[in-house]
Every structure is written in structure tokens, then in C-alpha cells.
């Protein structure tokens, strides 16, 4: 049997804008990053046209596409994903998501 931490598995489900565990999933279509929704809207909204993580050009928020099946990965690997975040943000010492699930 493999046995994986949930530490190792959370941070391949992890925004690498917000670094909390990515919410309302977006790909974006160049290079098959994924962000969450709220981050990578405010990115290219903000003009950065370009993937955070390789540098991709991104013409626009047309060239991101949501994907359901991701996001429903991560509620089944992470169903309290809120209250684990939280724990995070407390042993890490602050950063992340607000109550809300806003960044902060």
C-alpha cells in the first residue's frame, strides 16, 4: 500500500497565487495551470496577461475554463477544506483566507 500525507497531496492542490487549497477552479487553456477563480481573475484583470506559474501568454479571462471535476478533487480530498485552512493560517502564522474565504 502507498502511503501519501495529506501535506504532500495539499500542496499539489495548491493555488500558487493565494497558496491556500484552490477554490472555484480556473485552467488556464495555454499551459494547463490551475488557479482559483478569484485569483486568476484579479491577475488578468489587474493586466498581467501571462500565466503566474510559467509565464504563458494569456490573451484574456476568455482563455481560462473552469473545471468542475478538479474542484470536485479537492472537496473529496479535502471535505473540511475550510476549517483546515484555518488551522494552517494558525500554524503558519497568518496569510491565507479570511473567514469569508476571501485572500487576505
Known amino acids: 500500500m502507498v502511503a501519501i500525507s495529506l501535506i504532500d497531496i495539499r500542496k ?3 493555488c500558487p497565487i493565494c497558496l ?5 477552479t480556473r485552467t ?3 499551459c494547463l495551470h490551475r488557479f482559483c477563480g478569484d485569483c486568476i481573475d484579479k491577475a488578468i484583470r489587474l493586466g498581467n496577461n501571462e500565466c503566474p506559474s510559467c509565464r504563458a501568454h494569456c490573451a484574456s479571462r476568455r482563455s ?3 473545471d468542475p471535476r478538479f474542484d470536485a478533487l479537492v472537496a473529496a480530498v479535502f471535505p473540511n477544506r475550510d476549517r483546515i485552512e484555518k488551522e494552517v493560517v494558525v500554524l503558519e502564522g497568518g496569510g491565507g483566507r479570511g473567514k469569508d474565504g476571501e485572500l487576505r
Open 64 to 66: 481560462l475554463r473552469a
Open 28 to 30: 488556464v487553456m495555454e
Open 12 to 14: 499539489e492542490l495548491q
Open 20 to 24: 491556500g487549497i484552490i477554490r472555484r
